[in-house]
Nanobody, 118 residues
Framework: VRLVESGGGLVQPGGSLKLSCEAS????????MSWYRQTPTSQEREFVA?????????RYADDVTGRFNISRDNLRNTASLQMNNLTAEDTAVYYC???????????WGQGTQVTVSS
């Protein structure tokens, strides 16, 4: 069972990045897919966005609403996070998470670094 994030990197303020999360060893159609992030100074990962299954309902943290868009492709077993109008405050390691209702199964990726700097 693996979740592998990709797409991170260095981007200037106001720029965009698209993160991808590829799952293997299980089918994401049974899982809520979400993104979290953690900065070097924080002790916890903070919630960024989730897309549910079933239903495909989405929810976002207040500070990314209107700038980020989460999506999922159950056929390709992937989830994505489109990030627009990035600011320095978005700099963090971004983690993909797959979890079932009730958290009977809960998987995390290894993270991908996003750095927003001029």
């Amino acid at each position: 069972v693996r979740l592998v994030e990709s797409g991170g990197g260095l981007v200037q303020p106001g720029g965009s990045l698209k993160l991808s999360c590829e799952a293997s060893g299980f089918a994401i159609k049974e899982y809520h897919m979400s993104w979290y992030r953690q900065t070097p100074t924080s002790q916890e990962r903070e919630f960024v966005a989730v897309v549910t299954s079933p239903g495909g309902y989405t929810r976002y943290a207040d500070d990314v609403t209107g700038r980020f868009n989460i999506s999922r492709d159950n056929l390709r077993n992937t989830a994505s996070l489109q990030m627009n109008n990035l600011t320095a405050e978005d700099t963090a390691v971004y983690y993909c998470r797959a979890v079932t209702t009730g958290r009977s199964s809960n998987y995390w990726g290894q993270g991908t670094q996003v750095t927003v700097s001029s």
